[in-house]
């Protein structure tokens, strides 16, 4: 697998092959849609996702000190040719520990927004794994169970 600007494209996938892409967009649906239900039935704040919680979210806030999961993310610094370098290295740590670690996903810019064409960005399932993990951490997330149930 090579990590792209966004995501991972699989070995020996054409850029841009409509099939592969509407496979990708299926499955990065699925995993948003799911992630979303979770957060409703469950407290973002009691929820693992990984096994490795405790070890990404450590590895994740010495790595990146400077991201606020609260605020929205910095697409740009992201995107930068430093800020890609810092999450290869930062994702390539979790080849052999987590399973498709570097398959692309969809991820909130913002907590405080649910998915949407203005608040979703492309990236790859470590980025969504450390931001998410960070996220409910520190509580961001809880406000999609308090809503769920508010009624």
């Known amino acids: 697998m090579s990590l792209g600007t966004q995501g991972a494209i699989p070995e ?3 850029d841009n ?5 509407a ?3 299926v499955q990065a649906g699925k995993h948003m849609e799911t992630y979303w239900k979770i957060l409703e039935k469950v407290k973002g704040s009691s929820l693992r996702l990984t096994k ?3 070890d990404i979210y450590a590895h994740f806030k010495k790595d990146f000190p400077d991201i606020d999961v609260g605020g929205k993310l910095d697409q740009d610094a992201m995107k930068s040719k430093e800020g ?9 740590e979790y080849e052999k520990k987590i399973d498709d670690f570097n398959f692309g996903t ?3 810019d913002s907590p405080k927004a649910e998915y949407g064409p203005d608040t979703t960005v492309m ?28 009624n």
């Open 52 to 54: 490795l919680d405790d």
């Open 12 to 14: 020996g996938a054409q």
């Open 84 to 92: 890609k370098e810092r999450w290869r290295k930062f994702i390539g």
């Open 106 to 108: 969809m991820l909130r």
């Open 17 to 21: 092959n409509p099939d592969v892409e």
């Open 23 to 25: 496979q990708w967009a």
């Open 123 to 150: 990236s790859v399932r470590m980025q969504f794994y450390a931001i998410e993990i960070a996220r409910n951490r520190e509580g961001h997330n809880d406000w999609i169970y308090e809503q769920a149930h508010a």
